[in-house]
């Protein structure tokens, strides 16, 4: 029998490889998303899109090199700590919620592998991925963005996107500190705890629930939420001054300083007449909601503080400097920690 040279065999196994590699390329696998459903995927997946900005701050952080695009327009705060090439990614809309705004041509003009449904689980959860998958022909993941599950949400992606390690990293961080809050939320006797009212708007008359994903922090952290009413549309609700006065809440938390200024002019409520009107940082997205994703992780820390600060024993710097970091990959200066903080 005739040798085969050793440039033979080397063309043979370089072949072998390739076709090896194209194999594994066309593959797929089959997963379990985190509302029960059986989805399909390609087993390499290089491209993906999230469905509203929660999933997509999520992939941000985890596997930016593969998200294609945001879902939102980045504000200027924004920009300041996202690299270019990520700060540049095209802008879709949403596929999600209340308002569909993304043009799904659009969408699968990126060839995302797999498009990301970060949402709250309901009865109609995989009814509304099954929609969004048979409308975009991409299969759809369900991953939950709720606070007490955040931590296995990002343990899923990794597993999912071939980025475990960094995701058990994110994860950990995320586990360690609602532990944290939660053994210590336990603590608190029920005449110590503090009431708030939270506004995202409306001259500050617009608000959210007890029980709603925009207070959800702020309660697991211990503090009782005053509004009392059901939600109108999207989680949140209109009242008026009436209704604040009546309630007179301990603390008041804004979603972001130029909400907070009109609230600064109520008088007759005692928690601005205390000088306990508060909002939470907002670079470079707001700590407590918008989107509700994973920048309320550091949104806890900061809660827990200002509702009971000498119950918890956070530093708050150095858990932002941490979280940062880890979630942004910014290494903030002290300057910038000064300026960031309130």
């Known amino acids: 029998m005739r040798k085969f040279s050793t440039w033979v065999l080397l063309v043979l196994l370089v072949a072998l490889v390739a076709g090896l590699a194209t194999a594994q390329e066309g593959s797929t696998m089959t997963v379990t998303d985190m509302a029960g459903r059986t989805v399909t995927l390609p087993q390499a997946i290089h491209t993906v899109v999230a469905t509203g900005q929660p999933g997509a701050l999520m992939l941000y952080t985890l596997c930016p090199d593969k998200l294609a695009a945001w879902n939102s327009v980045l504000v200027d705060e924004s920009l300041a700590y996202i690299p270019a090439p990520y700060a540049g990614l095209p802008v879709l809309g949403s596929l999600q919620g209340g308002q ?63 980025c475990a390690e960094k995701a058990d990293l994110l ?62 549309n999207n989680g949140r609700l209109k009242v008026d001054m009436e209704r604040i006065l009546s309630w007179q809440p301990d603390v008041i938390i804004a979603s972001t300083p130029a909400i907070l200024k ?70 903030l200066t002290d300057e910038a920690l000064n300026a960031l903080l309130p």
Request: proline letters at 6%; one cysteine or more.
């Open 262 to 331: 009109p609230v600064l002019q109520w008088e007759q409520v005692n928690a601005v007449a205390d000088a306990k009107a508060y909002t939470a940082p907002t670079a470079p997205f707001p700590w407590l909601d918008a989107p509700v994703s994973i920048n309320r992780m550091i949104g806890l820390c900061w809660a827990a503080e200002t509702l009971y600060p000498d119950v918890y024993d956070f530093d708050l710097s150095e858990y932002t400097k941490e979280f940062y970091n880890l979630f942004y990959g910014t290494d």
């Open 100 to 162: 569909k705004t993304a043009n799904p041509e659009e969408v699968v003009a990126l060839g995302p592998d797999v498009l990301i449904y970060m949402t709250t689980l309901t009865k109609q959860t995989a009814a509304k991925a099954d929609a969004i998958q048979a409308q975009m022909g991409v299969p759809v993941l369900v991953v939950r963005f709720d606070l007490l599950h955040i931590g296995e949400s990002y343990r899923f992606v990794g597993d999912v996107l071939d």
């Open 171 to 232: 994860a950990a961080f995320c586990d360690t500190l609602i532990a944290s809050v939660e053994e210590t939320a336990a603590t608190i006797a029920e005449d110590d705890r503090v009431t708030f009212y939270y506004t995202a708007g409306g001259a500050g008359l617009q608000t959210s629930p007890a029980g709603s994903n925009h207070t959800e922090l702020i309660e697991f952290a211990g503090g009782i939420n005053v509004v009392d009413l059901p939600a109108e």
